[in-house]
């Protein structure tokens, strides 16, 4: 599990994030919902330690990571996994390197051994044949399976997902949902997502945090929503405004 | 001299502070380094040798040319042309050229990674960025540029000495006598120092523009250049002060 509590965050003289307290849970598909502008992304960066909030505490399973020392915090960043907005897989190196990566630097097992996971991981995302690609060369659907298979190489206890259906088509985007879904219920990770697509809260959300102009606005079930939905104005508006009622 | 001259000082120090911690694994630094040393060393060879051939050729062609009186050796053209070849064109100019070759390119390929979160990506896996990326370009440019400064005065010499017994300004044995009869080792040394001096700039400072791009491609196009820039102007200023300091 994952939480916030009273963090506080600002660039310059600009506070985005105020006061959040917040939970994620373990095994869960946890959504951060809001329009952009209103502190999602940072947020995330600073539960992965992109950005340090100025007070608060950030706990991972009670190890909080605003106090940890470097070693210490290099220690739980290797039970993160991380899939970004833009993928962020490496252009110089093949998919099986990049899934091979964090195996590379962080484990000691042996070339056979980092082969036969590479596979595993590649077959765990329905991705066959393309281990000498180039990741130039595959489609974005693609690229999104090879960032979560490189995020689940390693034994990771938590997943975060930066808009992981952005520049995906319909049907694309519900294959990723689903597998994420899939991973978080298998492995028991503690998965946060941010995304701006409802059809993604209403499919997998089990955890939904809604976020307006840097504050936590409303935390709850999926099923919850559309209760919810009627007494907040600005997550009303929010609903209302995307594709899916 | 305004504050940000400090504020970028002082975040270049950082970072330069920030690559000392242990690589997580060795053999994957030293794979990186070898990578780093090929491209940086045999990447930059061809450019290397054609400047250094031409330089010390228009060498000797211009000294011959502002030497009018008979009265002086023709052996001096081969004095001129080793030792201003060893003392400043070839360590100078050769990083010159190579602020622009190796500079831009680590600049750009940092700056790439950086836009598109592939350092985020490495930091969120609990790598240390800048050793993982910056450390080994920085230690192949420490390695390879000094090596590459003696080619290009071996080469620079040998076109000067070509051009001169090509067009007949002077013999053979003019050229060898005058470049062999000042010959210092300590000329050689200082070289090598600058060498040494200026590799580091090249590659600290692309790398620090790389790592602190924001933005998009246009500011990697930015970056590249404030690297070409700025390893340009302290390495004339390096230039200066070696000389003044060590001469």
Redesign the interface.
């Given at each position: 599990m994952i939480e916030l509590i009273n963090i506080n965050k600002s660039f310059e003289d600009k506070q985005v994030l105020f006061d959040i307290n917040a939970q994620f849970f373990s095994g869960k598909n946890n959504l951060i919902i809001g329009a952009s502008g209103g502190g999602k992304s940072v947020m995330m960066k600073c539960m992965?330690?992109?950005e340090r909030p100025e007070s608060g505490h950030i706990e991972f399973d009670t190890r909080d990571m605003l106090s940890l020392d470097?070693q210490q915090?290099?220690?739980?960043?290797?039970e993160?996994g991380?899939l970004?907005?833009?993928t962020?897989?490496?252009?110089s190196l093949t998919i099986e390197q990049n899934i091979e990566?964090?195996l590379?630097?962080?484990s000691k097992m042996t070339v056979a051994e980092r082969r036969d996971r590479v596979n595993f991981c590649l077959q765990r995302v329905n991705l066959e044949n393309i281990n000498k690609k180039f990741p130039s060369e595959i489609s974005g659907g693609m690229k999104k399976r090879v960032g979560i298979a490189r995020a689940i190489a390693l034994d990771i206890k938590y997943l975060?997902c930066d808009e992981p259906n952005s520049g995906l088509d319909p049907i694309t985007s519900r294959l990723i949902d689903a597998l994420i879904d899939e991973i978080t219920k298998e492995y028991g990770i503690t998965n946060i997502i941010n995304s701006h697509d409802m059809k993604t809260v209403f499919d997998i959300g089990d955890h939904i945090l809604f976020m307006f102009k840097g504050a936590v606005r409303w935390e709850g079930s999926r099923e919850d929503l559309s209760h919810a939905q009627k007494e907040i104005k600005e997550l009303d508006e929010f609903i209302k405004a995307s594709y899916f009622h | 001299m305004n504050l940000s001259f400090f504020y970028h000082f002082g975040r270049y120090l950082m970072f330069l502070r920030s690559m000392l911690?242990r690589p997580?694994?060795m053999n994957?630094f030293f794979q990186r380094l070898f990578d780093e040393m090929t491209k940086i060393g045999i990447g930059s060879l061809p450019i290397v040798a054609i400047t250094s051939l031409f330089i010390g050729a228009v060498t000797t062609v211009q000294t011959a040319y502002q030497l009018v009186s008979g009265l002086i050796s023709k052996t001096v053209i081969g004095t001129i042309v080793s030792d201003s070849t060893m003392l400043e064109l070839g360590p100078t100019i050769t990083c010159l050229v190579l602020s622009g070759k190796v500079g831009a390119h680590i600049s750009s390929e940092i700056g790439?990674?950086r836009i598109?979160?592939?350092i985020?990506?490495l930091?969120?896996?609990?790598?240390n960025a800048p050793g993982y990326l910056a450390m080994p370009k920085i230690l192949a440019g420490i390695i390879m540029i000094p090596i590459l400064n003696i080619i290009a005065i071996t080469l620079s010499i040998y076109g000067g000495y070509m051009a001169g017994e090509l067009s007949g300004i002077l013999t053979h044995e003019q050229f060898i006598v005058g470049a062999q009869s000042t010959f210092k080792g300590f000329t050689l040394f200082f070289s090598m120092i600058k060498a040494f001096t200026f590799a580091f700039i090249i590659t600290s400072v692309s790398s620090y523009q790389g790592y602190f791009t924001k933005g998009g491609a246009l500011e990697v196009g930015e970056s590249s250049t404030k690297a070409v820039v700025y390893s340009s102007v302290l390495i004339l200023f390096f230039d200066y002060l070696l000389a003044e300091l060590l001469l």
């Open positions: 992965v330690g992109l470097e915090l290099r220690e739980v960043r290797r993160i991380m970004f907005q833009g962020a897989l490496f252009d990566f964090p590379r630097m962080f975060f | 911690y997580e694994k994957v790439n990674m598109s979160e592939q985020d990506a930091e969120v896996m609990g790598i």
